[in-house]
């Protein structure tokens, strides 16, 4: 008997030395609870309700005189944006559209304003062909013959415009990232055109050099 409650004292000290220290003794004080989250700040200059933003615009409204000062600045800036997409002018390349802007669709433009094409006599010509097979009947022979001949001197024509103007804007912007079908396209669809009609307005006359083509001149 004495043996066994030797045993008993031994294992309930061995148990009562693996018990933590927090279930044997006790706390003197509650346990803190977890700190509430903290709200999100609002930002430093919130969004305007509708109310607050007409309440806003009523205490800065201007007066006459600077509403028509206002309106009369902005008539002439458009004015003189309308007037450099109509020259033209490459200072004002980001007011034209997409398919005018670049410094390569410029010197593609004095390339083909710069010499004279068979293309741009070509409706006036195709018109002049109509009008005499109305007046000619019995010329349709000769005139299809004419017709054929203008189409022919239409494609060694643009064969060699495009031809310059590939072998320039690669020349001088050789990083380029355009395409050359649609910068040949470009090309001819200008000089299609008459002079007169083009848009931006032609830059270079018939006696420019190669160094003239394409410059900004600021």
């Not at 205490?59 to 509403?67: D, G, I």
């Not at 028509?68 to 450099?84: P, T």
């Amino acid at each position: 008997m004495g043996k066994k409650s030797a045993e008993a004292e031994a294992a309930a000290a061995a148990v009562e030395e693996t018990k933590p220290a927090a279930a044997t003794e006790k706390k003197g004080k509650p346990t803190p609870k977890r700190p509430k989250q903290a709200k999100a700040r609002p930002p430093a200059n919130p969004p305007l309700t509708y109310k607050e933003a007409r309440k806003r615009a009523k205490t800065n409204k201007l007066s006459k005189e600077q509403k028509r000062q206002a309106k009369d600045d902005l008539r002439v800036e458009r004015a003189r944006i309308a007037e450099g997409q109509w020259k033209g002018d490459p200072l004002f390349d980001k007011y034209h559209l997409p398919r005018d802007r670049g410094p390569e669709r410029l010197l593609a433009r004095d390339i083909v304003d710069s010499r004279r094409t068979v293309a741009q006599y070509f409706f006036a010509l195709t018109m002049a062909l109509l009008l005499a097979t109305n007046v000619f009947p019995g010329a349709i022979g000769i005139l299809m013959l004419g017709w054929i001949v203008m189409m022919a001197g239409f494609a060694v024509d643009s064969y060699f415009l495009c031809r310059k103007v590939g072998r320039l804007v690669w020349k001088r912007f050789p990083s380029t990232k355009q395409r050359k079908p649609g910068l040949y396209w470009y090309a001819i669809q200008r000089a299609i055109m008459f002079r007169s009609m083009r848009n931006p307005r032609p830059r270079m006359s018939y006696k420019a050099t190669e160094d003239d083509l394409g410059q900004v001149v600021r």
